[in-house]
């Protein structure tokens, strides 16, 4: 059984950085592209950022240059590291797994609150 768990949320001031990680247990993490998704209240779930198998990277316009994602293969965890927050990156963000089926997982999600 797939299961994904992120950590690494929390509070931080408008132009801080936070770092978050996601843990992935039963799956072949190594090939499967991994992502980033957020969701604000009263918002759609949107992208964020995700990393392919070989590292290639796409991230949402309203991210670019301040967010930075990675993976560790040997560890089975993906991150995402947040630079320059602002109030409007305040959301839930959950990590996503895609295999080579195309069969996708989530994890539970953790709250970014980012004051003004």
């Known amino acids: 059984q797939v299961q994904l768990l992120e950590s690494g949320g929390g509070l931080v001031q408008s132009g801080g950085s936070l770092r978050l990680s996601c843990a992935v247990f039963?799956?072949?993490?190594?090939?499967?592209?991994m992502g980033w998704y957020r969701q604000a209240p009263g918002k759609e779930r949107e992208l964020v950022a995700t990393?392919?198998?070989?590292?290639?990277?796409n991230y949402a316009d309203s991210v670019k240059g301040r967010f930075t994602i990675s993976r560790d293969n040997a560890e089975n965890t993906v991150y995402l590291q947040m630079n320059s927050l602002r109030f409007e990156d305040t959301a839930v963000y959950y990590c996503?797994?895609?295999?080579?089926?195309?069969?996708?997982?989530w994890g539970p999600g953790t709250q970014v609150t980012v004051s003004s």
């Open positions: 996503y797994e895609r295999n080579v089926r195309g069969y996708g997982y």
């Open positions: 990393i392919s198998s070989g590292g290639m990277t």
């Open positions: 039963g799956s072949r993490f190594s090939i499967n592209v």
